[in-house]
């Protein structure tokens, strides 16, 4: 074989590797493109949800290219106790579902309460029966394509922020004082950018299990459904960058730690040991990035991604009656 056919040769083989790695860059694309559409858009119909524990290899390999579905979450339990149902509106004209409930006596203050992802109000029912046997009126909201809350599109806590403030808005014009916030997982982060974004004040806020970054959150995701290690890592990236263009904004700037380190106020922040969805590092890096002096990480040992006070109640109930105890003094 003469050098000119060679040549030829080795140009030709590169053309086919570089055509190949084209497509495989325009599959993963598309991949993660749709899935950055379906995990952050709920249907109204409740028979498309992804059954995960049901699927095996091949279909969770199946889920992971073309994205699970889920059906937004629909409301099957209602307060014991008297409320109102509210209705609060955001800058785009959906409208946000609330229930507020004020306690028989004088109220030591107020706490607002805010689900996590595909949850909806009446899932943190039982601690809002907390909240008000300990003297506190409750606010439970619904964010935005949540319950009963309208929208079928979420950002998983960005734009939810604006839900925690129309909320804490509310309780504000309705004479409420001393109030304090209550989020869980995505109600969390929600919170920590209402915060920063909207320099609101509240008595104290009691997070719990808030994820670190929007691409911490997709890692998670992919974990869950079986893979770990270098698969989650770009395709969390290319879902992440996806995820900001069909939404309409930077989520590679979505960080958790950075709205953290606007927080002031008494915080009480909780994590449990084995959350297989947020990480020790990333409860380190948001906790290490709140300014407030005033602030206690508690730790559930034996608690994964899930309601602590149902994990362990004793424990729930002494943190946060000595943390609102502390700042009522």
């Known amino acids: 074989m003469n050098k000119q056919n060679f040549r030829i040769r080795i140009r030709s083989a590169l053309r086919w590797i570089g055509l190949v790695l084209l497509v495989q860059l325009i599959l993963i694309n598309i991949s993660a ?5 379906k995990y952050s858009h709920f249907y109204n119909d409740a028979k498309v949800s992804t059954n995960f524990l049901n699927e095996n290899v091949l279909q969770k390999t199946w889920r992971l290219i073309t994205g699970p579905k889920f059906s937004k979450s629909i409301i099957y339990e209602t307060p014991t106790f008297p409320f109102e149902v509210i209705k609060l509106t955001a800058k785009n004209g959906i409208k946000i579902e609330a229930w507020y409930a004020k306690v028989d006596s004088a109220a030591l203050g107020t706490v607002i309460l805010f ?3 595909s949850q909806n109000k009446s899932t943190k029912l039982s601690e809002a029966y907390e909240f008000r046997y300990n003297g506190y009126n409750v606010m439970l909201v619904d ?3 949540h319950g009963n809350s309208e929208g079928n599109k979420t950002t998983v806590g960005y734009r939810e922020s604006e839900d925690v403030k129309l909320a804490f808005d509310y309780a504000i014009k309705n004479g409420d004082h001393n109030i304090f916030l209550w989020g869980a ?5 929600a919170i920590t950018k209402a915060i920063a974004e909207y320099d609101i004040k509240p008595a104290g806020i009691i997070l719990e299990m808030p994820f670190a970054s929007m691409q911490s959150h997709i ?8 893979f770990s290690g270098l698969p989650e890592k770009p395709f969390a990236f290319l879902v992440t960058f996806w995820t900001g263009i069909e939404r309409g904004y930077n989520a590679f ?9 606007k927080i002031t106020c008494p915080v009480l922040f909780q994590w449990g040991a084995k ?8 409860t380190e890096k948001v906790y290490n990035a709140i300014l407030s002096a005033k602030k206690t990480l ?3 040992e034996n608690a994964d991604h899930e309601s602590f006070l149902e994990n362990d109640p004793i424990k729930w109930r002494l943190s946060v009656e000595k943390f609102l105890g502390n700042i009522n003094k």
Request: charged share 20%; hydrophobic share 45%.
């Open 298 to 300: 508690v730790i559930y």
């Open 275 to 282: 959350d297989h969805m947020v990480l020790k590092y990333e």
């Open 219 to 226: 890692r998670a995701r992919v974990r869950s459904n079986g």
């Open 253 to 261: 700037k979505f960080r958790t730690n950075t709205f953290a380190s």
């Open 185 to 189: 997982s995505m109600g969390a982060v």
């Open 33 to 37: 493109a749709l899935y950055a559409h």
């Open 115 to 117: 689900h996590g992802l």
């Open 143 to 145: 964010f935005r394509a």
